[in-house]
Each structure stands twice: as structure tokens, then as C-alpha cells.
């Protein structure tokens, strides 16, 4: 039924809705005039828009308003009970036509943030995002729960491409997903006038920052939307954005009278854990041995010879790892990211190439084999990890080498003075969250700004607390080594003196015959490698990178030498680590029946998957699976009060899950 109606006031009363009657005052805030004209489209009271200048090419915020309720649509479309943390607020926020500025953790939810208003709204939400993969993803997800959304990208063929041209024109699409440099080709903005924007979402919005790791030109194109449709709501989100990012955004996106939406930064999910790096290798291999094959990963380490290496070694021992990074052929990088992003139980070994904007929701660890470049980049790599919300693992092995290497290269940097001393500074947080004898994630928080009021009890320093010792005698025989061999040695040969090792090389040197020779028998040698790092750390000695990595006093250490000063150190913690710790809370809840009802499932899902050719987390998340282990359900109304199952997921997938649960029950 479409009735014509007389004025703003009268839809207001037509439709009785609270929502609308606050839409339609704020209209006439807005828009001022709203024409004397307007029809009603019911009886789904879903369309309500405003025919003649209002809803013009401009496609102003008057080309839709809707009484849909977005908590009826986060039930229905996504099957979700609640919004989380701040979602609601923004999501009322963006249907009353304010523009925002999202910033929320990975795994915080973000996308629903705009998918909710898109479905509330009538007409279009045009995405940016900065990568195809993420883009495919979201809109293959969309596709599960029945909403019709598309992406332009350049990995279409002309067909494709077409194809969403059409459902565009057509006004089929709820969501279009495009690249930045779509926005500003000829004539597609026409296009999407055309459509009846009712949202601009702005994804990765850290990406418009200039000075910022991800800066990618095109997104500063972006603020063309702000100026050409003023009446659209836009909201950026992002993950990692500190003041001054934030304040780009703002600038550059012209959000300024919009809000802004902080959600902390802690993933307390995440079990951060820092290992001194001995054997990379066997460390890597018995981190690892505490884990499900079925789980994927991430390993991180600084070269690509290091990568291939490391996957290779890991291959020999039976895990399904690929390399990934920028020396590649493209098509073999595609062809691994998405073996990653389907199969289940994938390592990826990578450089820091790999990972922007890869949304997949179960990768369990994320593994530094070498120090990251700062807090921020290692926030970001490891906030990979259980975007889910479910257990998972941040672990990083780190020695006096990575230390040597970034402090190199900043010595031989020929930045400019001011960025040095930034990076410099970027370097000495990050030694202090590494060294740190207390909780680290307090340390990572800190660094943004939060406060975490208790220990998390979810790290390794929380878990498996360090023993301090009053280390005075031991950095005294440490700096003394130092200093007795001329300052030219590394750490290796400096423990060898201090054990009293007779070795060929040691009695050459005449070393054997230094105070300091075999004086610190009391210490192991991974002792003293701990202490030598802890030093370097503490700023009491430096590796001199202009020669070997050799060791080299530095002013503070007078005080050590002097005994004015006491120093505390850690010992080195034992070998037992945090192996297959976070495991046992993942499995919390899932009795042994419950368990393997989801190893069903999970079968369940590959095939579902892969007939369909998407990933596995597209068809259902973990979280979703463990719930329908735990419940068991046995009809589909049951079924249907669980998380993660909306009504298209429950037609789509109902009888199957019903089925593979009646199967084990028999
Ligand atoms: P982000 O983009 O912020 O990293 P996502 O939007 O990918 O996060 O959401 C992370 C996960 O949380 C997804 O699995 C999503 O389905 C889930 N999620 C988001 N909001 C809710 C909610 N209100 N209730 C339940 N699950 C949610
Ligand atoms: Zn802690």
C-alpha cells in the first residue's frame, strides 16, 4: 500500500514510531524545507522517503528513514541477543544521521557498527575498504545471512563487474563494498547518487593518516564524500589510531562535527607471552606442539630468508606452513592467503606484509620469532589473533640480536633528527614491555593510554611470575668482562670468560687470565645471556653497531661498577612456559560429549564450506559451534535461540546441524 501524505508531521503521526517522529524534527533541522510531498510505502514499514528535491541525485539524508529497529535486526539477520560494548550507541547515533568516528580493538565489531544501520535504512551503505580480501569476505558473510551485497574491485573480469553495476542501478544492493580509487573514477559517485545513499562506512580508516604505517594515497581522496553528499552519514572506523591519527581522521574525512567512539584497547583474550630467544627453531616447534594441527597461525620473522626457511623447517615437521611475503609472485601470495583464509590448520610464516585487513576470526596464535618494530606494530600483528573473542596466543621470542639489529638500524637511519628520536623512543617502550617483571599487558595499555586497575592474570608475567634477585654482583662481573676484554666482544665469548671456559679462543686472547675469567660460575650460560640482555635494556651497557655486535660500556654503569647502585634482574624462567595453558581455557565448557559433537560439526562445516567455495568461518564462527556443542539442540527453535544463527542461517543450514547432532546422539 502507498499512501500520499500531506506533510512531515503527518508521517510522523502515521507511523506512530518514536524513531520516525525524531527522524522526521530532525529532517527539518537539516534539510529546512522538505517539500510538501511525500509518500509513505507500507505495509513493511520500511520505506519512508521523500519524493521531488530531497531525494535528488544528492541523495541527501532524506532518501531514507526508517522505523526498522536495529536490536529486531541484529536478532532476525545476524541472530545475535545484544549489541556489545558501545555498538548500540553508534548504531542510534548513525540512524539519527550523525557522523562518527569508530575506534574499537580488533574483534570489537566493527562491521556491525554499520551493517546494522545499512539493514535498518532503505537504500545504500557504500563500504571502503582497503583490501579485496577483506571485502570478499565480508560480503561472502553477508551472502550467508541473505543480505544483497556486492564488491567493485579490480579482481573483477567485466562480467562480474557488470553484474554489480546492474544490482546497483537497480537499487538491489543494500551494501557495496569498493577500493578507495573507485570512489573518485569518472562518473561512479553519479552512480551512487543514483542509488540513494543513505551511509558512508570508512574501513582501515587509519589509512588516511599520512605519517601512518598504512598510509595509503587514495584514501585521502575520501573527503570528496563529506563535501558532495552532506547529508549522508559517514562513520570511520579503525583499529589502532593514537591522537594524533585520530585527530588526521577527523581532519582529513571532514568528521568534525561528528562523535567520536573510544572502546579500550584490551583483547583479554589474547595470552601474551615474551620468551628469551635461544633456538628459535625448537622454541617455535615446542610452542607449537601444544597445539591442535586443525588451529591456524601466524609466524612472524623479519626477512623473507628467514620466512621461507622457517616454513620449510616447519613443513619437514609436519605442519601445514606456507610462506608468505613481498618477494613472492603475486599469484602464489594470493594463492597461500587464501589456503590461510580457507583450510583449517594453515601456519602462515610471514613477513609484515602479510596481515592488513585479514578478518579471519580463528587464527589461534600469532608467533614473533623477532622483536617487532614498536608496541603499535606488535598491538596490531598480534591483535590478529582471536578475533573471535575465544583463547588465543601472542608469543614473541626476543634476544640481544633483535636489540642490536633495530637499534643498527636506527644508527644508520638517515631519517631526520626529530624522527629518529621518536623511533628511538618507539624501540625503548617496546624493550620495556619485553623486559617488563610485571603484568605486560598492563605495560601494552599503558603505553595507549589505559589503565588496567589489576594484574590480567592472563600473561606470562601474571602466570609464571619472574624471580628477581638483587643482581649488583652479577651486573658488576658482567661489566667488568665487558670492560677487562676492551669493549670489543660479543655475549657469546663474554660468558664464556665469565664461566672460565678453556677454550683455544679464550687462551689466545690471553683472557684466561683476567680477573673476571671464570668468576660467574655461579650463573648458567642462559643466565648470563639474560643478564647481558637485561643490561643492554637498562641502558647500563649497548651493543656497538657500528662494529660486530660487540658489547660496549655505557655512562650509567659507573654507578654499578662503584656499587652506588643495585640492580635487579630476573633469573630465566624454566622451560615449562605457557605451553597448551590457553587451550584449557578454550575447552572450558565442553565436556567430553559436548567436544566431540563439535568435532562433527566442524566436519559438518568444511563440507558446507567448501561446497560453496567460502571459507569455513563464513558459514559459522567457532564461537557458534561451540555454543550448538554445548546445547545440543534437537529442533530447529531451539537451534534457532543460539548466537550466530539468524533466519538465513537457519533455513540455509538448520535440517544439516540437526541432523549431524541426531547422527552423534544415536
Ligand atoms: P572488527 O571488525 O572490529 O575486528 P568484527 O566486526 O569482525 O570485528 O567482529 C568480530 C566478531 O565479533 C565477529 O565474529 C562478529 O560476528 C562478532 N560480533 C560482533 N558484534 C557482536 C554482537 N553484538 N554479539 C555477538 N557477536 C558479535
Ligand atoms: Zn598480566
Same mark, same amino acid.
Given at each position: 500500500m502507498v499512501?500520499?501524505?500531506?506533510?512531515?508531521?503527518?508521517?510522523?503521526?502515521?507511523?506512530?514510531?518514536?524513531?520516525?517522529?525524531?527522524?522526521?524534527?530532525?529532517?527539518?533541522?537539516?534539510?529546512?524545507?522538505?517539500?510538501?510531498?511525500?509518500?509513505?510505502?507500507?505495509?513493511?514499514?520500511?520505506?519512508?522517503?521523500?519524493?521531488?528535491?530531497?531525494?535528488?541525485?544528492?541523495?541527501?539524508?532524506?532518501?531514507?528513514?526508517?522505523?526498522?529497529?536495529?536490536?529486531?535486526?541484529?536478532?532476525?539477520?545476524?541472530?545475535?541477543?545484544?549489541?556489545?560494548?558501545?555498538?548500540?550507541e553508534i548504531v542510534e547515533h548513525l540512524l539519527t544521521r550523525g557522523d562518527a568516528l569508530v575506534l574499537m580493538p580488533t574483534g570489537g565489531g566493527k562491521s556491525l557498527c554499520y551493517q546494522v544501520p545499512a539493514l535498518c535504512l532503505d537504500g545504500l551503505t557504500m563500504v571502503v575498504s582497503p583490501l579485496i580480501a577483506l571485502m570478499q569476505d565480508q560480503v561472502a558473510a553477508l551472502a550467508q545471512l541473505g543480505v544483497p551485497a556486492a564488491a567493485l574491485h579490480s579482481g573483477l573480469d567485466r562480467d562480474a563487474q557488470r553484474a554489480v553495476e546492474r544490482d546497483l542501478a537497480t537499487g538491489r544492493l543494500r551494501l557495496l563494498y569498493v577500493a578507495p580509487e573507485r570512489v573518485t573514477a569518472p562518473g561512479f559517485l553519479d552512480r551512487v547518487a543514483a542509488a540513494a545513499p543513505v551511509l558512508f562506512a570508512i574501513d582501515e580508516a587509519h589509512c588516511v593518516a599520512q605519517w601512518g604505517h598504512d598510509f595509503r594515497p587514495d584514501y585521502l581522496?575520501?573527503?570528496?564524500?563529506?563535501?558532495?553528499?552532506?547529508?549522508?552519514?559517514?562513520?570511520?572506523?579503525?583499529?589502532?589510531?593514537?591522537?594524533?591519527?585520530?585527530?588526521?581522521?577527523?581532519?582529513?574525512?571532514?568528521?568534525?562535527a561528528g562523535r567520536v567512539f573510544v572502546q579500550g584497547f584490551d583483547r583479554p583474550n589474547i595470552r601474551y607471552t615474551v620468551v628469551e630467544k635461544l633456538q628459535p627453531r625448537q622454541q617455535l616447534a615446542r610452542f607449537l606442539a601444544g597445539r591442535p594441527a586443525t588451529e591456524s597461525g601466524i609466524v612472524y620473522c623479519m626477512s623473507r630468508a628467514r620466512v621461507e626457511e622457517t616454513a620449510d623447517w616447519l613443513r619437514r615437521q609436519g605442519r601445514d606452513a606456507l610462506p608468505y611475503h613481498a618477494?613472492?609472485?603475486?599469484e602464489v601470495r594470493s594463492a597461500n592467503q587464501e589456503r590461510f583464509l580457507r583450510d583449517e590448520g594453515v601456519v602462515m610464516v610471514a613477513t609484515i606484509a602479510f596481515g592488513m585487513g585479514i578478518d579471519k576470526p580463528d587464527v589461534r596464535f600469532v608467533a614473533h620469532l623477532d622483536l617487532p618494530k614498536s608496541i603499535e606494530a606488535y598491538y596490531q600483528e598480534t591483535g590478529r589473533a582471536g578475533r573471535d573473542g575465544l583463547p588465543a596466543e601472542a608469543w614473541l621470542a626476543y634476544g640481544l640480536e633483535d636489540v642490536a639489529r633495530l637499534r643498527g638500524?636506527?644508527?644508520?637511519?638517515?631519517?631526520?633528527?626529530?624522527?629518529?628520536?621518536?623511533?628511538?623512543?618507539?624501540?625503548?617502550?617496546?624493550?620495556?614491555?619485553?623486559?617488563?617483571?610485571?603484568?605486560?599487558?598492563?605495560?601494552?595499555?599503558?603505553?595507549?593510554?589505559?589503565?588496567?586497575?589489576?594484574?590480567?592474570?592472563?600473561?606470562?608475567?601474571?602466570?609464571?611470575?619472574?624471580?628477581?634477585?638483587?643482581?649488583?654482583?652479577?651486573?658488576?662481573?658482567?661489566?667488568?668482562?665487558?670492560?677487562?676484554?676492551?669493549?670489543?666482544?660479543?655475549?657469546?665469548?663474554?660468558?664464556?670468560?665469565?664461566?672460565?671456559?678453556?677454550?683455544?679462543?679464550?687462551?689466545?686472547?690471553?683472557?684466561?687470565?683476567?680477573?673476571?675469567?671464570?668468576?660467574?660460575?655461579?650463573?648458567? *650460560? %642462559?643466565?648470563? !645471556? &639474560?643478564?647481558? +640482555?637485561?643490561?643492554?635494556?637498562?641502558?647500563?651497557?649497548?651493543?656497538? =653497531?657500528? #662494529?660486530?655486535?660487540?658489547?660496549?660500556?655505557?655512562?650509567?654503569? *659507573? %654507578?654499578?661498577? !662503584? &656499587?652506588?647502585? +643495585?640492580?635487579?634482574?630476573?633469573?630465566?624462567?624454566?622451560?615449562?612456559? =605457557?605451553? #597448551?595453558?590457553s587451550r584449557a581455557v578454550a575447552d572450558a565448557g565442553l565436556?567430553?560429549?559436548?567436544?566431540?559433537?563439535?568435532?562433527?560439526?566442524?566436519?559438518?562445516?568444511?563440507?558446507?564450506?567448501?561446497?560453496? #567455495?567460502?571459507?569455513?568461518?563464513?558459514?559459522?564462527?567457532?564461537?557458534?559451534?561451540?555454543?550448538?556443542?554445548?546445547?545440543?539442540?534437537?529442533?530447529?527453535?531451539?537451534?534457532?535461540?543460539?548466537?550466530?544463527? #539468524?533466519?538465513?542461517?537457519?533455513?540455509r543450514y538448520g535440517a544439516a546441524v540437526l541432523a549431524a547432532l541426531a547422527e552423534k546422539a544415536r
Open positions: 499512501r500520499k501524505l500531506g506533510s512531515i508531521r503527518e508521517i510522523a503521526v502515521v507511523s506512530m514510531a518514536s524513531r520516525v517522529r525524531k527522524l522526521a524534527n530532525g529532517l527539518l533541522r537539516f534539510g529546512g524545507r522538505a517539500g510538501n510531498e511525500a509518500i509513505a510505502c507500507w505495509p513493511d514499514k520500511r520505506r519512508v522517503c521523500y519524493p521531488g528535491r530531497m531525494i535528488g541525485p544528492a541523495g541527501n539524508r532524506a532518501a531514507a528513514l526508517s522505523p526498522r529497529d536495529p536490536l529486531a535486526v541484529l536478532r532476525e539477520v545476524f541472530g545475535y541477543p545484544a549489541f556489545r560494548g558501545a555498538q548500540a581522496q575520501l573527503a570528496v564524500l563529506r563535501q558532495r553528499f552532506p547529508g549522508v552519514p559517514l562513520v570511520a572506523l579503525t583499529a589502532t589510531a593514537d591522537g594524533p591519527t585520530r585527530r588526521e581522521i577527523v581532519a582529513r574525512l571532514g568528521l568534525g618477494g613472492l609472485d603475486r638500524l636506527l644508527a644508520r637511519s638517515e631519517a631526520p633528527d626529530h624522527q629518529r628520536r621518536t623511533e628511538w623512543q618507539k624501540l625503548e617502550a617496546l624493550l620495556g614491555f619485553c623486559e617488563t617483571a610485571s603484568c605486560r599487558r598492563r605495560v601494552l595499555l599503558g603505553h595507549f593510554g589505559e589503565e588496567l586497575a589489576e594484574p590480567c592474570g592472563n600473561c606470562d608475567a601474571c602466570l609464571d611470575p619472574p624471580a628477581t634477585f638483587d643482581g649488583t654482583e652479577a651486573a658488576q662481573q658482567a661489566l667488568s668482562a665487558i670492560y677487562r676484554t676492551g669493549q670489543r666482544f660479543g655475549v657469546g665469548h663474554l660468558v664464556d670468560v665469565l664461566l672460565g671456559v678453556d677454550s683455544e679462543r679464550v687462551r689466545s686472547l690471553g683472557h684466561d687470565r683476567l680477573g673476571v675469567f671464570g668468576v660467574g660460575r655461579a650463573h648458567g *650460560r %642462559d643466565a648470563w !645471556r &639474560g643478564f647481558f +640482555r637485561q643490561l643492554v635494556a637498562m641502558g647500563l651497557a649497548e651493543v656497538d =653497531t657500528e #662494529g660486530h655486535g660487540g658489547l660496549l660500556l655505557s655512562d650509567g654503569c *659507573r %654507578d654499578v661498577l !662503584r &656499587g652506588e647502585r +643495585r640492580v635487579v634482574l630476573c633469573r630465566p624462567r624454566g622451560r615449562r612456559a =605457557t605451553k #597448551g595453558a565436556d567430553p560429549q559436548a567436544e566431540a559433537r563439535f568435532e562433527a560439526l566442524r566436519a559438518l562445516r568444511v563440507e558446507l564450506a567448501r561446497a560453496q #567455495g567460502v571459507p569455513p568461518y563464513v558459514v559459522f564462527h567457532d564461537t557458534t559451534l561451540r555454543a550448538i556443542a554445548a546445547a545440543a539442540p534437537r529442533k530447529s527453535a531451539d537451534l534457532a535461540r543460539l548466537p550466530g544463527i #539468524g533466519a538465513a542461517k537457519l533455513a
